[in-house]
């Protein structure tokens, strides 16, 4: 049975022709000029100048980089150069989103007092690395003993410890210890040696401080500092002998009521219609100093995908799009999600003007009607990785929620980087290697991947906003969210490629107003090809019925994906006959009793229930007196609680039943009981998110 439906699927697919042209897509000359402009060189200047800055939201950090990146969007020559401002006071909720106050920071030192010593030792400065003070610190002046809680989290990491008035050393993130050990047992402050995301390198670098954060919305104030496991582990052993260790803390640093900063600038459509549509290039501005790879080589590359095509456009060796291409440069999912769902004040040359002042910026598009005018984004976050930060390169693919032709575009773009990169490192010849002259010459070996959250692109791929982005990112990573992030460890080579690949691919979306789906097809097929491949490989982890039914699922979201490019250029809508085979084809399993129920999402709150510093759901649930769903903590073949719970809001359109949103997501992440679908899909409606279809 299994291979029955893969011999099938391979047949439909392989159907369309013969490979793909080199390069795909685009004319030669086209992919030629943009190969030759693009500059690795000159974005990592940039993003040298970005990871100078300690880049929280809110802050005079955040704002400076944000002028850096205008003043260099003014330089390139880019229309409508604005920062656009969204009030954050800790109330104010932009969807989903709760406003998280901005955060700055003057001081923060650690240090230890010894006895019959007049000189103290210091252990941590703000001043000299700013990832050393958690996020949402607050004032204080504190000496006192440190008292060694282990990982500090539960209520029994303190039995037989006085902790009271004392600092706590802990290994977990200060956030997840503030309401045990500051509101339950009196604790005067966190010292924390958390260590990086756990990657094959996790722990081994004992002089990596990573960023900590406090619980932006904890009722419970303190301050945290961050050290190395080498510090740490010090402590401890002279903690173990019995050694008495004092430390002396003072913070200047606090929330406060201030602004998201979004920095937007655009390259006009040529179409007198279709320039109203817009192609956004994405990234997330914010992070912690230096934070080279996540994520200023995000921001960086866009910035040059922006002056490389302005600067080509502008000489006529690219023909203007049809679409106007936008860039954004926000606060990472908070800012897209104000952008998405607010109403913003325009900050330009220092002078603030009201989003419906000055004609001279009419153009620039605020919500509600900025994310309807939006047809595909392209959103960078970690892609100038190099052999150092261990990373692996990926083009992500959208959610099964949301079929679309867009991912397979900048695959077949990575797919012909990936060829060409491979055979200039093995012979030393090729027509594009796309090399940067101070950049390594590895290949690219990007791969194409399923959808994983945890950026940008999950708020656009969200059912409330229904954009497909292309998603280009690292991972793993090392040294991601550590003070070890830095500019020495990225290649201008990657980033030259990794420009590349999102300027094709936007340029190419900006570009078309008709699609020949024949073409289009043959010259996207790697995308194919590369998903059946591995939908073949999940087969083995399933039943027979299953398999049967993801391999079916698959067949029809292919074929959604080719009728994507057709709504992309209005040609047509979605077939509803296909939709009815679709249905009929892949609800494998007789739906009855709870899974016959169907549910519809309400037009708001829009946004994912999963957004930065804030849970929607645990928040609203107890509001609403509901028990925490079983599906968030489900850990599915290939994903976790967090993607089905995602995937279940999306499919919940109210034309399919509990049975069949329970199916689908089964096909993406694997098999899930229908009860806790169902019991999730019951807990939206209990909060207001979706309502029941009678």
Not at 160 to 181: E, F, M, N, R
Request: with cysteine; charged share 25%.
């Amino acid at each position: 049975m299994k291979r029955m439906c893969v011999g099938l699927l391979g047949a439909l697919l392989l159907s369309g022709g013969i490979a793909a042209q080199k390069p795909p897509l685009l004319p030669a000359q086209d992919v030629a000029a943009l190969a030759n402009e693009l500059s690795g060189e000159t974005a990592k200047r940039n993003l040298e100048g970005i990871a100078r800055f300690h880049r929280q939201r809110g802050s005079q950090g955040f704002h400076a980089a944000a002028e850096l990146v205008a003043e260099r969007l003014r330089a390139y020559g880019l229309s409508d150069v604005a920062i656009l401002q969204f009030p954050e006071d800790g109330k104010i909720f932009y969807g989903t989103q709760r406003s998280r106050p901005a955060w700055d920071a003057e001081k923060g030192e650690l240090e230890e007092v010894k006895e019959g010593k007049e000189v103290k030792e210091k252990i941590a400065s703000y001043e000299a690395e700013p990832v050393v003070l958690a996020e949402d610190s607050e004032s204080a002046d504190v000496t006192a003993d440190i008292v060694d809680v282990g990982e500090g989290t539960k209520e029994s990491d303190y039995a037989g410890k006085d902790v009271k008035g004392k600092i706590v050393l802990v290994s977990a993130q200060p956030g997840a210890v503030q309401d045990v050990a500051v509101a339950k047992f009196g604790a005067a402050g966190i010292v924390s040696y958390a260590q990086n995301q756990k990657t094959a390198w996790w722990g081994e670098d004992e002089n990596l401080i990573r960023w900590g954060h406090l619980e932006t919305f904890s009722e419970h104030k303190t301050f945290a500092f961050m050290v190395s496991l080498k510090t740490a582990r010090g402590m401890k052993e002279r903690l173990t002998k019995g050694e008495r260790i004092r430390l002396h803390a003072i913070v200047k640093a606090g929330q406060h009521t201030g602004n998201y900063e979004v920095v937007t600038a655009a390259i006009p459509g040529a179409d007198p219609k279709l320039k109203e549509e817009e192609i956004a290039f994405s990234c997330h501005l914010d992070h912690q100093r230096p934070g080279a790879n996540d994520n200023a080589s995000g921001c960086v590359t866009i910035l040059e995908v922006a002056r490389t095509l302005q600067k080509l456009i502008g000489e006529e060796k690219l023909a203007r799009p049809a679409r106007t291409i936008r860039f954004i440069f926000p606060p990472e999912i908070e800012g897209t999600m104000a952008l998405l769902n607010g109403k913003a004040v325009v900050v330009e040359q220092g002078v603030r003007i009201g989003a419906d002042g000055d004609p001279l910026h009419a153009s620039i598009l605020m919500a509600p009607q900025f994310p309807k005018k939006i047809k595909a984004v392209v959103h960078m976050d970690m892609v100038g990785g190099g052999p150092e930060t261990k990373a692996v390169f990926h083009v992500t693919r959208g959610p099964m929620s949301l079929p679309s032709f867009v991912h397979d575009v900048a695959w077949a773009f990575a797919e012909w980087v990936n060829e060409e990169s491979y055979k200039f490192a093995a012979t030393g010849k090729a027509d594009d290697p796309m090399v940067a002259p101070e950049g390594g010459k590895e290949p690219l070996r990007a791969e194409y991947s399923a959808y994983t959250m945890g950026s940008d692109h999950d708020v656009y791929q969200d059912s409330s906003f229904g954009i497909p982005a292309i998603y280009l990112n690292d991972w793993p990573d090392r040294s991601i969210h550590t003070n070890f992030d830095t500019a020495a460890n990225i290649d201008t080579t990657k980033l030259k490629r990794a420009a590349f690949i999102g300027a094709a691919s936007g340029y190419f979306l900006a570009k078309i107003a008709s699609v020949a789906l024949s073409n289009l097809s043959m010259e996207t097929q790697g995308g194919n090809t590369r998903q059946m491949a591995e939908y073949e490989r999940r087969q083995v982890q399933l039943t027979d019925k299953e398999g049967h039914s993801l391999i079916t699922r698959l067949i029809f979201h292919m074929g959604l994906k080719e009728l994507s490019a057709k709504d992309f250029v209005g040609a047509s809508k979605k077939d509803e006959f296909l939709r009815t085979q679709a249905r009929f084809l892949t609800n494998t399993i007789p739906a009855k009793g709870d899974g016959l129920l169907q549910f519809q999402r309400k037009a708001e709150p829009k946004g994912p229930l999963a957004v930065f510093g804030y849970d929607y759901f645990a928040e609203h649930a107890k509001t609403a007196g509901v028990a925490t769903a079983k599906l968030l903590s489900y850990e599915g073949l290939w994903g976790g609680g967090e993607e089905y719970a995602y995937e279940v809001l999306n499919f919940a359109d109210g034309k399919r039943n509990a049975q069949e949103i329970r199916d689908a997501v089964s096909a993406e992440y694997g098999p899930v009981p229908l009860e806790m679908v169902v019991e999730y899909l019951k807990a939206l409606e209990k909060i207001g998110v979706v309502e029941q279809v009678k």
